[in-house]
Nanobody, 123 residues
Framework: QAHLRESGGGSVQAGGSLRLSCVAD????????MGWYRQAPGKEREMVSI????????????TYADSVRGRFTISEDNAENTVNLEMNSLKTDDTAVYYC????????????WGQGTQVTVSS
């Protein structure tokens, strides 16, 4: 069984919105940083957004790529072990396969990946 299970991709016109969801195994969700990456045809995989909890207080820090900041929002549903990516004002350049990823101890590197979900934005 896949440890990270994505859903919510699809096709939309420019300016539209989509919501991606990733359900993680409970142990992974509680101990790992979670994030979204994407890979467009002919391009390298790039970070879209990351959500990490730091320190004793588990302060949540969210990071966004410059290209999506202000348009995309990452959020976590602790009850459902889910990380979501709300994507608004979509552009054709956002077309890519989007991957959910986990950054787990002890190295805290993003090495655990979901199967990917296609997002296609047309003009």
């Amino acid at each position: 069984q896949a440890h990270l299970r994505e859903s919510g991709g699809g096709s939309v016109q420019a300016g539209g919105s989509l919501r991606l969801s990733c359900v993680a195994d409970r142990d992974i969700f509680r101990s790992c940083g979670m994030g979204w990456y994407r890979q467009a045809p002919g391009k390298e995989r790039e970070m879209v957004s990351i959500s990490r909890r730091y320190g004793i207080t588990k302060t949540n820090i969210k990071t966004y790529a410059d290209s999506v900041r202000g348009r995309f929002t990452i959020s976590e549903d602790n009850a459902e072990n889910t990380v979501n990516l709300e994507m608004n004002s979509l552009k054709t350049d956002d077309t890519a396969v989007y991957y959910c990823a986990a950054s787990c101890p002890p190295l805290y590197e993003f090495k655990l990946w979901g199967q990917g979900t296609q997002v296609t934005v047309s003009s």
